[in-house]
């Protein structure tokens, strides 16, 4: 069946970035001049999705009101003659439809994943997180590069990439065989392992191609680490009945959840765009 739907968890309280994260989505924090989750719902229209279903919560609500149409804008920049602006509020065209449902409790990654059973239904789809944003190194974004794999393979596709050892305990880390190249058929999953204790370094990064057997899965998911429900646990569960492989995505991502990562988003991302380049040069902030 073809991959139409996303869904976007983006409902975390997002405690690495407190205090901002009090009362301000950590998905709205600027990557120049597009918020975070800007990036990612863009990397999925561009990889063919049209339907699209954000996990938000309590104190989230600026993500809902910059994918809606703001019509005072509008009519306030038509009258100035601002089209290149007006375009750039029209964010996605009419044939792409954004839902939104509100996790009540932030239980962790795999429960905010449980809200979006109804919107799936029977079909495939691919979960983006809303504060990991890929840069593609080719014209094929991450998330399409996944699911041309999908198509081939006809189970569910973790993307991972290779951390440093220092950085193993913040990930959930695959013991696979390498089957192909940048393709392991995953054996295991540990959430968040000691150095020692991982298998590898191969660490689960925030997208992944689903299958709706995963929303039994989670519902049999015990809290694991740090409390939560965690999708690692649920995705152990469903590799005892369906092959999963780990796919190495042709990209650089960037973790912005953390102020050291996002700063490091921008920075890269400014250094890569020329007219801002020239910009900070003006200011002598690069030379
Ligand atoms: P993180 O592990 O980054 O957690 O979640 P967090 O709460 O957002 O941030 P920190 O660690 O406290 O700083 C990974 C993704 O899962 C979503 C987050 O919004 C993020 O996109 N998430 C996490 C939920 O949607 N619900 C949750 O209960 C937990």
């Not at 990654?109 to 990991?132: R, T, W």
């Not at 740090?226 to 995505?249: R, S």
């Not at 650089?252 to 380049?277: F, P, Q």
Request: charged residues 30%; proline residues 4%.
């Amino acid at each position: 069946m073809k991959i139409r739907k996303a869904v976007i968890p983006a409902a975390g309280f997002g405690t690495r970035f407190l205090p901002l994260t009090k009362s301000m989505p950590k998905e709205m924090l600027p990557i120049l001049n597009k918020p975070v989750i800007h990036h990612v719902v863009e990397e999925a229209v561009r990889s063919g999705i049209k339907e699209i279903l954000i996990i938000t919560a309590t104190g989230k609500r600026a993500i809902e009101d910059y994918f809606d149409h703001n019509a005072d804008l509008e009519n306030h920049l038509t009258k100035k003659n601002k089209s290149k602006e007006i375009e750039e509020i029209n964010i996605f065209g009419d044939d792409v439809s954004i839902h939104f449902i509100r996790q009540k409790e932030q239980k962790g990654l795999g429960h905010a994943i449980s809200m979006a059973k109804c919107f799936v239904g029977d079909e495939p789809f691919v979960v983006l997180l809303g504060d990991d944003i890929i840069k593609s190194n080719t014209q094929k974004h991450a998330t399409k590069q996944m699911i041309d794999v999908y198509d081939k393979k006809k189970c569910p596709i973790i993307g991972v990439e290779k951390v440093p050892d220092e950085k193993i305990e913040s990930y959930g880390i695959v013991d696979g065989d390498k089957i192909e190249e940048n393709l392991y058929l995953v054996k295991n999953m540990v959430e968040k392992p000691c150095k020692k204790d991982a298998p590898s370094n191969i660490g689960i990064i925030g997208r992944y191609v689903l299958i709706p057997e995963i929303f039994e899965c989670i519902a049999q998911v015990k809290p694991g680490a740090g409390g939560e429900i965690q999708l690692t646990d649920a995705l152990c569960i469903l590799n005892k009945k369906e092959k999963i492989h780990a796919f190495v995505f042709d990209g650089k991502r960037y973790d912005t959840g953390s102020v050291e990562g996002w700063l490091k988003t921008n920075i890269e991302y400014a250094c890569d765009d020329e007219c801002m380049k020239k910009r900070m040069k003006l200011h002598e902030l690069i030379k």
